[in-house]
């Protein structure tokens, strides 16, 4: 939906788009946005995708679009990663293209190729984002 392209991620300095996305189904009262709560952008550490994104798999993908391996978290808590942060996202692959140069069904079909190429590696637990900026 319109509503949820535009507050997705909510609190990112960039303001960014979301154009299409794996996981859960998205709940409005989630949505983290400013100037009450932020969302914010945290490392991967221990998970399987950092034994082979560098080496292998992000090379693979690297070539068509610019990507980063993200979680993203809010200060209030929603869980806790291996650090004890408060984690409000899986492991997310992140995909950043310009407006309006992808649409939501080609991204939708590049996102079942990075899923099937995670599963080669045994990765089954990571969501897929694409996001204008």
Do not use: M
């Not at 993200?70 to 291996?82: K, Q």
């Not at 140069?101 to 590049?110: E, G, K, L, P, Y």
């Amino acid at each position: 939906s319109d509503t949820e392209a535009r507050l997705y991620y909510g609190g990112l300095h960039s303001a960014p788009r979301l154009l299409y996305r794996t996981g859960k189904k998205w709940i409005q009262s989630c949505v983290l946005s400013p100037p009450d709560r932020s969302k914010e952008l945290a490392p991967v550490f221990n998970h399987p995708i950092t034994k082979v994104w560098n080496d292998d798999l992000g090379w693979e993908i690297i070539r068509f679009t610019t990507i980063d391996v993200v979680r993203f978290r809010a200060p209030e808590p929603l869980g806790n990663d291996e650090y004890g942060y408060p984690v409000l996202s899986p492991v997310t692959i992140w995909v950043g293209v310009f407006p309006g140069s992808v649409t939501a069904t080609a991204a939708h079909d590049v996102a079942q190729i990075l899923l099937d190429l995670l599963k080669v590696y045994q990765i089954t637990d990571v969501d897929i984002d694409f996001r204008e900026s």
